[in-house]
C-alpha cells in the first residue's frame, strides 16, 4: 500500500468539476489510509484532504464544502470528487499513504488539474 498512483487531471472551467482516482497498481487489497496533496509552481506542498483507515474525512479550510472523498475497497482505490473549482485550485494534485510513509507527498507530475477563467 505503498505504491500509490493518482490519475484523472484535466481541464474544466470555473465552477466545473473534475474526479481524481488515487490506487495501488497490481493490488486488489483495499487502500487504508491516503492523503490528496497538491502543488503549484513556486508554492508548498500542501495537503487538501485526508481518509484514514478508519473512515474520518478530513478537509482542508480552502476546500472544505466543495470536496469530497469515497472509496471503492474492491477496486482499490480512492476518488477524490472536485466541485465548483476555483481557478486557485490549479495545481499538480498528489495521493499518497497516511500516515506518511518514505514516499514524498508530492512526488513526480501528479494529476495536473486546470481550471480557467
Known amino acids: 500500500q505503498d505504491r500509490l498512483v493518482e490519475s484523472g487531471g484535466g481541464l474544466v472551467p470555473t465552477g466545473g468539476s473534475l474526479t481524481l482516482s488515487c490506487t495501488a497498481p497490481?493490488?486488489?487489497?483495499?487502500?487504508?489510509?491516503v492523503a490528496w496533496y497538491r502543488q503549484s509552481p513556486g508554492k508548498q506542498c500542501t495537503r487538501v484532504a485526508l481518509?484514514?483507515?478508519?473512515?474520518?474525512?478530513e478537509f482542508a479550510d480552502s476546500v472544505k464544502g466543495r470536496f469530497s472523498l469515497a472509496r471503492d475497497n474492491a477496486k482499490a482505490t480512492v476518488y477524490l470528487q472536485m466541485d465548483n473549482l476555483k481557478p486557485v485550485d490549479a495545481a499538480h494534485y498528489y495521493c499518497n499513504t497516511y500516515p506518511s510513509g518514505p514516499r514524498a507527498d508530492c512526488w513526480g507530475p501528479g494529476a495536473v488539474v486546470s481550471v480557467s477563467s
Open positions: 497490481g493490488s486488489t487489497a483495499s487502500l487504508k489510509g
Open positions: 481518509l484514514t483507515e478508519s473512515g474520518e474525512r
